[in-house]
């Protein structure tokens, strides 16, 4: 038996969201090790941000959608991981950002996660979206204000993370 797992390429005017490559590794590695980390749980080893790569893949094959590595169109640098994620104990389905130090402030996250809501509302057909953002992290706070969503009642998980929830606006409020 062969399982064979398709990820789409989404571009946009100067990002191309796609499959993480190995190329990828050491961009991505050198985030989760770092304190920029602190609202994605935290920093980790090098062995442990393999791991979580590998689960940005890995949820593609569970939940049929996932998070992309964000690049740079013009020189396919990694920048960040944005897209679709979706828990075993979240409430609903996200979308979620990260962005790489190189990319901070460069509206990268912006660009990105709106390429993501239109996928997740125009290919998938999903009718609403949420962002889950640590307390505290206030640049997040502001991309989800920026994207148009409001502030929903908090939840923790299973294992104790507490998270406020942003709620996107609709695909017909968005018409």
Known sequence: MTTTLTIPTVETENLRLRCPDWSD???FAAFR???RAEH?????TRTQAFDKLGEIIGHWHLRGYGRWMVADKTT?????VVGLFFPDDWPEPEI????FEAAEGRGVAYEASLAARRYAYDTLGWTTAIS?????NTRSVALA???GCTREEDFTTRDGLHLEVYRHPAPEDLA
Do not use: T
């Open 25 to 27: 590794f050491d961009a």
């Open 76 to 80: 396919d640098a990694p920048l960040g």
């Open 145 to 147: 204000r920026r994207l």
């Open 33 to 35: 090790m770092s304190n």
């Open 96 to 99: 979620a950002w990260s962005v």
């Open 40 to 44: 994605v749980g935290g920093a980790c």
């Open 132 to 136: 889950c953002v640590s307390p505290g």
